[in-house]
């Protein structure tokens, strides 16, 4: 009966995770895309061309703070997200494990990188200086989301085949091809320094790519009530 009651209530918990997924991750990724322009309209001498995100965080800017808490929220807000992942990929266990491992590692660094003030010499832990964890767990961040694209991108559906909750339909398909190919290449532009006074537009095309994906996924692919019982095995929720 006890363990009964155990599988109940993690199925309601996960169950409810799943169910606000898709308006918690659009909240997050809106809610960031919004405030990064009105911060960088806001902030006097600041270029949204060749500046990072990061910089509006920085010691001494007048949103700053503004701005690192609207990261955190984000960062909380895709916890649901990441439920979802993790049901969608049930029965592929290297996907599921790289796309949750990384969407997980993109939430932490988020946070890090919120928690931690940009362009401050601060020793933070281990002889690390705010600012170097700052960029280290940005950085990670854009890192992250690629793997989460990559685990993601090779899910198709079978031909003949019974569907299941892992597969995608081709527009799905598509926008997740499309999503890893921004994230790879203005990524890699940006981590590379190839063209610096277009910085702050390499990491916003990277960072929207993976956040339109996000919030399209979670739309899109949020699991039904019936693929979430039988995740729970032939038990259901109620099983032992």
């Avoid at 809610?31 to 500046?51: K, N, R, W």
């Avoid at 660094?109 to 010499?121: I, R, Y």
Wanted: charged share 10%; glycine share 8%; hydrophobic share 55%.
């Amino acid at each position: 009966m006890a363990i009964a009651f155990a599988r109940m209530r993690d199925f309601r918990i996960a169950s409810g995770a799943v169910a606000v997924a898709p308006w918690t991750t659009f909240v997050a990724c809106a809610g960031l895309a919004v405030a990064d322009v009105v911060i960088s309209a806001a902030t006097p001498g600041y270029d949204f061309v060749g500046q990072t995100s990061s910089q509006l965080m920085s010691a001494g800017e007048p949103y700053s703070t503004v701005a690192r808490v609207t990261l955190g929220l984000y960062s909380v807000l895709l916890a649901p997200f990441a439920m979802v992942l993790w049901r969608q990929f049930r029965g592929r266990l290297i996907a599921r494990t790289v796309a949750v491992t990384g969407i997980w590692t993109h939430i932490v660094t988020a946070l890090v990188a919120a928690v931690s003030l940009n362009d401050s010499d601060d020793i933070v832990i281990g002889g690390l200086s705010a600012n170097t964890l700052h960029d280290q767990a940005a950085m990670l961040m854009y890192v992250a989301a690629a793997f989460v694209l990559a685990a993601a991108s090779p899910v198709q559906r079978s031909r003949g085949a019974a569907r299941t909750p892992w597969t995608y339909e081709k527009p799905v398909r598509l926008l997740t091809w499309a999503a890893l190919t921004l994230v790879l290449v203005s990524g890699t532009l940006f981590a590379f320094e190839v063209s610096t006074q277009l910085d702050g537009v390499m990491e916003r095309v990277t960072a929207s790519a993976f956040m339109v994906w996000m919030t399209a996924f979670a739309m899109i692919r949020r699991p039904s009530l019936g693929d979430q019982a039988a995740s729970q095995g032939p038990g259901g929720p109620n099983g032992c």
